[in-house]
Structures are given as structure tokens and as C-alpha cells.
Nanobody
Framework: QVQVVESGGGSVQPGGSLRLSCAVSAFTSDEYAIGWFRQAPEREREGVACISSSGRTLYEDSAKGRFTISRDNAKRSVSLQMNSLKPEDTGVYYC?????????????????WGQGTQVTVSS
């Protein structure tokens, strides 16, 4: 059974940085897209960044220039480096895997989800 496990959340002041990590296990294919999603209180889950097995990336507009998604296929892991964090970045961040290698920020296309990790940006 495919498992997705996130780590690296925490609390940081505005302007600070955090690095999230995601480990994927038991996935039979090597070609699949992985995405990071954020769910703020009383808001729908939204895509932040995603990456294909070949390294193609897609970012939400507010994440461009501040966040960087990277992938290590050998380790079946993905990281999200978040810099210049803002209070509006606060939320639970989820890592998810889809069975296709096509990148999309829509959570509807992702099949397997992690439990999430809390990110809080506050002074």
C-alpha cells in the first residue's frame, strides 16, 4: 500500500524559512507527479507546488519566487523549501501523489495523501 509521510512543519516568524519533506513508499511506478497542498482554517485545500518525475514544476502564483520544490527519485522523496514566509502561508501542508506524471495543482487529481504537517507563520 502506498504511503506518504510529511515532515518539517513548525512555527516561524514572517520572513523566515521552513523546509518540508515528503517520503513516498510502496509505489510500483517511477513515473508519478507529487504535489504540495495547503489548507488554511475555513478554506478549501489548494495546490502550492508540484513536480513530475522528470523535474517539471508548477507553482501557485503566491509561491513563485519564494518556494522551491525539488525531488530525489532514487530516495522517492520531495522537498519544499519555503522562504520569505508570510502569515497567509499558514495552514496544514499535505503531500500527495497521483498515478499520472502530468503535473497539476488541482487536488482532485491526486490519489494518495499524507497526514499533513502544520506550518504557522506569526510574529
Amino acid at each position: 500500500q502506498v504511503q506518504v509521510v510529511e515532515s518539517g512543519g513548525g512555527s516561524v516568524q514572517p520572513g523566515g524559512s521552513l523546509r518540508l519533506s515528503c517520503a513516498v513508499s510502496a509505489f510500483t511506478s517511477d513515473e508519478y507527479a507529487i504535489g504540495w497542498f495547503r489548507q488554511a482554517p475555513e478554506r478549501e485545500r489548494e495546490g502550492v507546488a508540484c513536480i513530475s518525475s522528470s523535474g517539471r514544476t508548477l507553482y501557485e502564483d503566491s509561491a513563485k519566487g519564494r518556494f522551491t520544490i525539488s525531488r530525489d527519485n532514487a530516495k522517492r522523496s520531495v522537498s519544499l523549501q519555503m522562504n520569505s514566509l508570510k502569515p497567509e502561508d499558514t495552514g496544514v501542508y499535505y503531500c500527495a501523489v497521483r498515478s499520472s506524471d502530468l503535473i497539476t495543482l488541482s487536488p482532485l487529481f491526486y490519489r494518495t495523501w499524507g497526514q499533513g504537517t502544520q506550518v504557522t507563520v506569526s510574529s
